[in-house]
RNA sequence: GUCCCUUUCGUCUAGUGGCUUAGGACACUGCCCUUUCACGGCAGAAACAGGGGUUCAAAUCCCCUAGGGGACACCA
């Protein structure tokens, strides 16, 4: 074995990335980083009947939006590609042929049906379920001539039923397997192509990899793969089988309960950070009371030794909470490059720059998720055409009326529109008509956004600016009555 | 059914025999701050699946039971 880490993540393009497998990826990703290593991405398409066009395509976007550079992989040559399995059948025959004349494989020429029928047999008796060798017992003559006559053949591999096949798993520790329990596993399928199981192992080999970070539901097929090493008398990988992520109900994580597809959370909102930071620690923690987190210093953190054994529920609630989290530790300014295409989406690109930037200040630490600053706070770029009714019939009072008009005209005339003159304005009113700030500062804020919440109205008056403001204010009176009928 | 894995608050988890009246975070509740909503601060409720051992001492080690999950394809 090397000396230089490899790993690899080698998902099927039999659908989407799974947000499971995002984390499989990010925690061999982190791990290589760590250690110095590459990370590698390969194609496992040997099912041919179940490719999903566009997949591979998928992993690769949704791997580069996570931050997860891929070192050798597809359309990332590195000396030990070509890194799809579709181009690599060659070797797999090879040694499925080695394996064939050294007794370590044989051919099966039994149907799908008598395989159904044995299967249902011995799931009535209570037996093992597994292949009963029939085409074990073969003669090298009925070989030659189900050959000859063009029988479909699959090749199995043979399995010695007396002895134990033990490995150390990096998570779980000694795990050990009777070889009577071991079914003969199908190698090479009647269309020519491996399974999984003999091309992995293969691959992994020639692509001099160290560790094997995969899913948990691969710990029942491994000694299978370290009957293979042993086979071509290769040196085997370490082997860590993560955690399973689970739906609410505890059942591996699936479709009905939420977003499975990695790609169905950037449209929503959530940040690469956010995403990446989550779930590295669903099943994963640094050893101290740290939650947030970014790239790199998962990198410096990340270890094996601290992966959980049991599987996680993929909770929605500390993704949005985590997702906060990395809005407000962003500059305004990287905010605003995200918004950007948002904002000429929604027709609000005329604003400046600086004026976006103070808006993104005052909500920053409001929202959720940064297109909410579009959604939830239109009142920056537009002015309201609706006003919340709870608040009006709360706040928009008779006197409101004069109170609007009157501080109008005194914003109107202020020379420095900020903060401090702002309040000043108020509190100055206030005292004069001997009411309560909070009786101005209410219809105010509603006449001016809209709505009951948001930022200090202050800092809200001076970011949106003098105009607007008296603007919405007047327009309020001029239309007060209006207003405060209809919510009736 | 067979094999394997797993089991600390609702959820993510800390805990590797004494430091633990089991810690943190999300969510939840209350209070404070406050012009609203958030933020923040403080407080609260909330867990070692059960039973046996081992030990002076067990959430931590062992065994059994139960629950959960995974695998059992010519899918990965």
């Not at 949704?62 to 030990?80: S, T, V």
């Amino acid at each position: 074995m090397s000396d230089t880490v490899r790993v690899r993540y080698a998902p099927s393009p039999t659908g989407f990335l799974h947000i499971g497998g995002l984390r499989t990826a990010l925690y061999n990703y982190l791990f290589a980083r760590h250690h110095g290593g590459k990370f590698i991405l390969r194609v496992e398409d040997t099912d041919r009947a179940r490719f999903v066009e566009g997949a591979v395509e998928d992993f690769m976007h949704m791997l580069n939006w996570a931050g997860i550079e891929i070192d050798e992989g597809p359309g990332r040559d590195g000396p030990y590609g070509p890194y799809y399995q579709s181009q690599r059948l060659d070797l797999y025959t090879n040694h499925a042929q080695k394996l064939l004349n050294e007794g370590h494989a044989y051919y099966c020429f039994c149907s799908s049906d008598r395989l159904d029928q044995m299967r249902k047999f011995q799931e009535k008796s209570k037996l093992p379920p597994k292949y009963d060798r029939t085409c074990l017992r073969l003669s090298p003559e009925a070989i030659k001539k189900n050959l000859d006559d063009h029988i479909p053949f699959v090749l199995r591999m043979k399995v010695p039923h007396d002895s134990t096949v033990q490995f150390t798993d990096l998570i779980r520790g000694e795990v050990e397997f009777a070889g009577s329990n071991i079914d003969d596993q199908v190698l090479v399928k009647s269309d020519g192509y491996p399974t999984y199981h003999l091309a992995n192992v293969i691959d992994d080999h020639y692509m001099k990899i160290t560790h094997v970070i995969r899913g948990e539901e691969w710990v029942s097929s491994t000694p299978k793969h370290i009957l293979l090493y042993r086979y071509f008398g290769w040196d085997v990988p370490q082997f860590a089988h993560l955690p399973l992520l689970l739906n609410a109900d505890r059942s591996k994580m699936s479709k009905r309960q939420g977003d499975v597809e990695a790609r169905a959370y950037p449209p929503k909102g959530y940040l690469t950070e956010a995403v990446v930071n989550f779930i590295s620690l669903l099943g994963w923690n640094p050893g101290d009371e740290r939650e947030i987190f970014t790239m790199d210093e998962l990198i410096k953190e990340f270890s094996i030794e601290r992966i959980h054994k049991a599987g996680a529920i993929f909770n929605i609630e500390k993704l949005n909470w985590i997702n906060t989290q990395h809005i407000r530790r962003k500059s305004d300014e990287e905010i605003y490059n995200m918004l950007k295409s948002d904002l000429e989406k929604s027709g609000y690109s005329d604003f400046p720059k600086q004026y976006v930037m103070s808006a993104i200040g005052l909500m920053k630490e409001r929202i959720n998720f940064i297109h909410e600053l579009l959604t939830f706070s239109s009142y920056f770029f537009r002015d309201p055409d609706t006003f919340d009714p709870d608040g009006v019939k709360k706040r928009m009072l008779p006197p409101a009326k004069k109170h609007l008009s009157e501080l109008a005209d005194r914003l109107e005339k202020l020379d420095v529109f900020q903060h401090n003159e702002i309040e000043n304005v108020f509190r100055t009113y206030a005292e004069e008509n001997k009411i309560k700030a909070s009786e101005l500062i209410h219809p105010t804020r509603l006449a001016i956004s809209g709505v009951t919440l948001g930022p200090g109205l202050f800092d809200l008056i001076a970011v949106i600016g003098k105009e607007t403001v008296v603007r919405r204010m007047r327009y309020v009176v001029s239309h007060f009555d209006q207003i405060t009928k209809l919510p009736a």
